[in-house]
């Protein structure tokens, strides 16, 4: 049974350019959620997706940011024309439905380096 | 609003016990969370909250005060691989998934 699936695992991108950040749920997980870790300070959330809806996106920033669960394949968080102060590791997290024991699982993160 | 307050650093020795604490005003309250996070790696889940008391599970012990805003997650026998950072993250509500917002963390040093 595998867990969250996160790729790529380190992503480097020049300023300007577009980063795609792709998460797989769990098996039997319908709620995916992101969040990012800047060096030295917690995780922040930035979106909850169930297939094919945003649940919440409050921590969304309004521009360049953007993220998507299809009916088929993973969820992906899209940051366009990305920027310096983008560089972070992005973890994605997925649970069942309903409130669970175990709050998330997490996946193992990917790291965005921008140049 | 949501704030979440934990120390950012503490030192313990090898076999001691540490406390590690965390209040909490949020919104709403439906459950309280502790992960270990190692460096470099995703956190992982080690307890849960959501009736005051005890919760205990091997080395590991979270207690909760929902009166006071009060969490502390306790460790024995501390290893050196309990050095890690340690999250406190609430669930505010019923209804909105499983959406936690978390502390910044309290990062362990255990020496020996």
């Known amino acids: 049974n595998a867990g969250v699936m996160q790729n790529p695992r380190h992503l480097v991108r020049r300023r300007g350019q577009e980063a795609r950040l792709r998460c797989s749920p769990m098996k039997g997980h319908s709620h995916v959620y992101w969040y990012r870790q800047l060096p030295e300070e917690g995780l922040k959330f930035m979106v909850y997706?169930?297939?094919?809806?945003?649940?919440?996106e409050s921590g969304m920033p309004k521009e360049r940011f953007s993220a998507e669960f299809p009916k088929e394949g993973p969820s992906i968080l899209r940051i366009q024309q990305v920027v310096r102060g983008d560089s972070a590791a992005y973890f994605c997290a997925s649970s069942p439905p309903g409130d669970s024991l175990m709050g998330y699982t997490f996946g193992s993160g990917t790291r965005l380096t921008v140049v | 609003g949501q704030n979440i307050d934990q120390p950012t650093e503490m030192t313990a020795t090898e076999g001691a016990i540490v406390q590690i604490n965390c209040t909490y005003q949020?919104?709403?309250?439906?459950?309280l969370f502790w992960y270990q996070q190692h460096a470099g790696e995703a956190p992982t889940f080690l307890s849960y909250?959501?009736?005051?008391g005890l919760e205990e599970k091997g080395r590991f012990s979270s207690f909760l005060s929902r009166s006071k805003g009060y969490s502390y997650l306790l460790l024995k026998e501390l290893q050196m691989k309990d050095s890690a950072s340690y999250l406190c993250a609430v669930r505010p509500s019923t209804g909105g998934g499983n959406k936690l917002t978390f502390g910044t963390g309290t990062q362990l040093k255990v020496e020996l």
């Open positions: 949020t919104s709403g309250f439906n459950g």
């Open positions: 909250n959501v009736l005051d």
């Open positions: 997706l169930q297939k094919e809806n945003i649940i919440d």
